[in-house]
């Protein structure tokens, strides 16, 4: 994108008064005598008095010294059992931050074993096929509340309309049946404000507003609210046009650090193609014109108030779904909790679900076990009811070995039955038998994770947001090889790459048989010329490349061809405080895939 450029300004109060030695106070000014040509009484319908000045000064010197109060937010939910090394990858606060992402399935991207499927350029639906399993191979969990499909979504969720400037946190749990992603809105601890605004612009009239406020007191209240816009040009004389503005507000009270209480409201507008007459004259995606909405409430409860003992988080969500472009709205009540306990060498965690659509209950139990520091293992078992007396029922097993000299290996299997799609009211549970061996090292310099995953068999529910590829392929026995190595030579430059391939030679269906994605980072703080933190400088580039392959089926079940390619992006980004900025070039060589 041409001349982008993201004003991030993290403006507490404090930050804008500088330093505290820095702002002085100012005695007020002597009294004036008879002699003085000015009237006492124009003295005091002055609009600038030296009073105020003090008080200003006072409250921004206050909220500086509030920079360094901490003050505790509601606990993650859900995030606190105790899994192998390398079931679950995290992206933290300063990963989002700094990742080269436009939006969230941007970032799923640099999972290994994730190919992104596009339709267009920024803002398009960005769905990630996991392994071959097509739309229902990855599911979403918002702040320990499962994120349903509803709408043109009903069978895979697009994570394209989720703005990565609402979250804190990203966790991807990895198996070879299913990715299963737990997301975590942003969590300010600091007694003092935090204000965040963004605004970018770019080719095709693309342009970006952010705006975030967070605050927290310390009675136990707080409060957040960001809204977030994403705007895109059609083509000349063609489609591809984007409007999807999105908001956040959050409310919470912990009054202390065993009990809380949150409320929160998240919702999206999207419109996409709307110069289309119908919803199948594009050459891929279909017109969208839909509001989602997804509110919830949550009541927390922890024994202790460390990390460890028990807890219990209580929730009741509805997530809505109102569309012009296919009438009709829907809404979906989720209502259900999680309970949990955390031990230094053990783990334990229920949860169970009654949605008011589809799924009359999803129950899960999730075990962890570390007796010694090398050996850690895992259990999680799943049972589900659907409408129709359909049922999904599946067992997954992690272990862990941790081996001298940083090397590791962990292995996973997941057996049962599951249905995918449960909005599909023809849609049957299918058998599975699946397992993974992950192993590597992750050493100061260089790091290598090779994994294996063999899949005996799925048929894929194709992406409805695709009109032009209505169906995908049935998957046979398949095994899956995937690579992610990490080269650091020196503290500053980077070189990462994130491989896949079905190495049996098996055809699989909108995923190509090789896909790679490779940056080369280079970052660096300027530590012996600046203060540490207030000047930093980001140069990536990142190739991603694909053979040949298979797109999908058509409406008669012939295969669509989808083209090898080879795409470069080239990013600059620089951090002097609080202040960040950059250019992202995307598609460098101006590569089509027809």
Known sequence: MRALIVLVTAVLLAGAAGPAHAQQ?????????????????????????????????????????????QLRPLALSGAGGIQPRGTRIVFNRDSIDWATAQDLGELLARVPGVFLEHSDWIGSPSLPNYLGRGASSVEYVLDGVPWVPIGIDSVASDPSTTPLGFLDRVEVELSPSIMRVYLYTRRHDLQSPR???????????????????????????????????????????????VTMPSGWLQLSYAPTPHFGLQAQMITRSIKRNLLLETGTEDTLSRQEDANRTDVQMRASWHGRTDAFGPSLDLFA???????????????????????????????AQLSAWHYTRWTTLDSRLDLGWSPIDLVTASVQLVAQRHDGDRRSQWATGRIGIKLPFGFHVNGTVADGHRVQAPSIADDVAQRFTDTDVRGGFDWKRVGLEVGVARDEGWRPEAYPEFVKVPSLAPLGLTDWLTVHARFAPVAFFTLETVYQNPINGASVDATPPQHAITTATLRSRFLRNFRSGIFELKLQAMMETWS??????????????????????????????????YYDKLNLQVVRIY
């Open 25 to 69: 106070p100012v005695l007020n000014p002597p009294l004036l005598t008879k002699s003085d040509s000015l009237r006492a009484d124009s003295l005091r319908a002055d609009s600038i008095r030296r009073a105020d000045t003090l008080s200003t000064t006072d409250r921004l010197l206050a909220a500086q010294k509030n920079q360094h109060i």
């Open 317 to 347: 969500a509805h997530t809505g779904w109102a569309s012009d472009s296919a009438p009709g709205n829907v809404g979906i009540g989720q209502f259900g909790g999680t309970a949990a306990m955390r031990e230094a060498t053990w783990s």
């Open 195 to 241: 204000t965040k605004i963004g605004v970018s612009q770019g080719d095709r009239g693309a342009s970006r507003y952010f705006a975030d406020f967070e605050r927290r007191y310390p009675s136990g209240f707080g409060v957040a609210l960001a809204a977030d816009y994403v705007g895109l040009n059609p083509v000349p004389n063609g489609t591809g046009g």
């Open 548 to 581: 040949p392959g298979i797109g999908g089926r058509d409406a008669k079940g012939d295969p669509i061809p989808l083209p090898g390619a080879t795409f470069f992006r080239g990013l600059i980004q620089f951090q002097i405080g609080p202040f960040i900025a």
